[in-house]
């Protein structure tokens, strides 16, 4: 069975969506998985889905001591398709006590399933983060605009050093250090990495084997969503280049996705977006992530392997541009059929010119810089 969380520094960046979407998606493809809503507070997942509210849930298994997880499962009309429901009543999973988070974890991990996905709230509390670490191999979604990025960087920051405080042995000096760091925010805000962990290597060099060692399988993937075109794609290298650089994480590319309006029609209709347009660029984009995963799992089996994470990057590029020109197709399409009218194409034509100018005139004074310098250059 596998554990496969979903999470993001900033909110709505499209976790449900993609937790939802990916869980349909795998259980098409014959994989029996269980969708578990771990927003509490703003659970909102059989909305996503289009499911009844439910009468049972997260909360039910917490209230009752006795309870087990399994009481609480709920089938759905969809294949494969399990789904334990959230609890709007429940004031957010940051407020669930340690002995409660722990029994959750206990119960997630003997579920009968193929997948269990983990749809999680925003923010980096310390309970999202231990659900995030319940895998090896958790998702981070961010969208290309810089708070998201920034705060997909900070959520891996925080686990990370979740990762490290929990690898020192407690009242040893590199544990005290930790927690002294620890309650002080700001601080931990602006701390160096590689800088604490020289530190901590040399205070305790047991306790760093035993990080270096959770470090080597820990192998986050990142979903870009929200694209707006190509390029945006850069954005989802520099995570992957930063974390690399400032938090020693090789992260892995699991997919780019799209802005498309049709994601709205599909909420209105109380459907989710690979059911409704199952055929969409957006939803081929969903197919290939779980087809990822799948894939995925068959190779952590064998351990096996052997895709580096550069190249993964590499991929994201070539998807962005694939499924670019698929959205054109799309544009081209609603045109002939009148859904987009010819002003409606126009304005954004116009937009997208603007921008490109603004863009050329970069790219010109970028060119000069560069050449005055190698000039320069050259005159030495
Ligand atoms: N690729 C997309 N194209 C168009 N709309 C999208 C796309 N991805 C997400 N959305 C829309 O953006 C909104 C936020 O998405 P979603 O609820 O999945 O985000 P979230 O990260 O779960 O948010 P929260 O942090 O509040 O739980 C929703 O209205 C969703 O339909
Ligand atoms: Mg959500």
Do not use: W
Not at 19 to 47: E, M, P, T, Y
Not at 113 to 124: M, N, R, Y
Not at 183 to 204: F, M, N, T, V, W
Not at 350 to 358: A, L, N, R, S
Request: aromatic share 6%.
């Amino acid at each position: 069975m596998r554990i496969l969380p979903i999470a993001s520094g900033k909110g709505g960046v499209g976790k449900s969506l993609l937790a939802s979407n990916i869980s349909l998606a795998l259980g098409q493809a014959g994989q029996r998985v269980i969708l578990i809503d771990l927003d509490l507070g703003a659970s909102n997942i059989h909305q996503v889905l289009g499911l009844a509210r439910a009468n049972k849930g997260i909360g039910t298994f917490l209230a009752d001591k006795n309870a087990e997880l399994e009481s609480v499962i709920m089938d759905t009309e969809y294949e494969n398709l399990r789904v334990i429901p959230g609890d709007t009543e429940i004031p957010g999973l940051a407020n669930i006590q340690t002995p409660q988070k722990n029994r959750l974890l206990r119960g997630i991990r003997k579920l009968d399933a193929d997948f269990v996905v983990l749809d999680l709230g925003a923010g980096s509390s310390f309970n999202t983060i231990d659900f995030f670490l319940a895998s090896h191999q958790g998702v981070v979604v961010t969208s290309p605009t810089l708070t998201s990025t920034l705060n997909a960087y900070l959520f891996l920051k925080n686990v990370i050093f979740r990762i490290i405080t929990t690898s020192f042995t407690k009242k040893s000096p590199a544990s005290l250090h930790l927690e002294a760091l620890k309650s002080d925010g700001a601080s931990l805000q602006r701390l160096y990495i590689p800088k604490l962990l020289e530190k901590l290597k040399k205070a305790d060099p047991k306790g760093y084997e035993n990080f270096e060692k959770k470090l080597e399988t820990f192998k986050p993937l990142l979903a870009l969503n929200l694209l707006d075109n190509p390029k945006d794609v850069e954005k989802g290298e520099k995570i992957q280049r930063s974390c690399k650089e400032y938090l020693g994480i090789d992260m892995e590319h699991l997919g780019v996705i799209y802005r498309d309006s049709m994601q709205d029609i599909a909420l209105r209709s109380r459907l989710p977006i690979i059911r409704y347009k199952p055929m969409a660029v957006i939803s081929q984009a969903i197919y290939r992530m779980a087809d990822k995963l799948i894939q995925k799992s068959d190779i952590d089996d064998s351990g096996l392997d052997i895709t580096s994470t550069e190249e993964s990057f590499q991929t994201a590029e070539l998807e962005a541009e694939v499924d670019f020109a698929g959205r054109l197709e799309e544009i081209q399409n609603l045109l002939r059929t009148g859904a987009l009218s010819q002003g409606d194409l126009l304005e954004t034509i116009k937009t997208q010119h603007y921008e490109i100018d603004g863009l050329r005139k970069e790219n010109f004074l970028l060119k000069s810089k560069l050449l005055k310098a190698s000039q320069e250059g050259f005159s030495i």
